[in-house]
């Protein structure tokens, strides 16, 4: 299990740019698949990015490919998203999250399930 604490929301107008970061605790953060979610009002918890271990592979939901960059520093224990060209629909909370698994998710998309450590949230709003 990690710790994870996210920082970085905010209010930003549409087209602007936010980059969030996910602090984590533990000595085997490098080993980890790392991810962000969001979930709007009424609305499911969905995927955004995730990224392997090594950062050698990602993945983006359609929604946000182009647009958003997952990245991570494993000598930070950090991991990023940064969001350009944010988007009204792009309000949510967003969400850290940390998959222990060591098998990267060929032919599907990360699931909430594969994910055992979430940090908290960090709010998003992007105003018309």
């Known amino acids: 299990q990690v710790q994870l604490v996210e920082s970085g929301g905010g209010l930003v107008q549409a087209g602007g740019s936010l980059r969030l970061s996910c602090a984590a605790s533990g000595r085997t953060f490098s080993t980890y698949t790392m991810g962000w979610f969001r979930q709007a009002p009424g609305k499911e918890r969905e995927f955004v990015a995730a990224?392997?271990?090594?950062?050698?592979?990602?993945i983006y939901a359609e929604s946000v490919k182009g647009r958003f960059t997952i990245s991570r520093d494993n000598a930070k224990n950090t991991v990023y998203l940064q969001m350009n060209n944010l988007k009204p629909e792009d309000t949510a909370v967003y969400y850290c999250a940390a998959d222990p698994g060591s098998t990267w998710y060929k032919y599907r998309y990360p699931a909430k399930t594969d994910f055992s450590s979430w940090g908290q949230g960090t709010q998003v709003t992007v105003s018309s």
């Open positions: 990224i392997s271990w090594s950062a050698g592979d990602t």
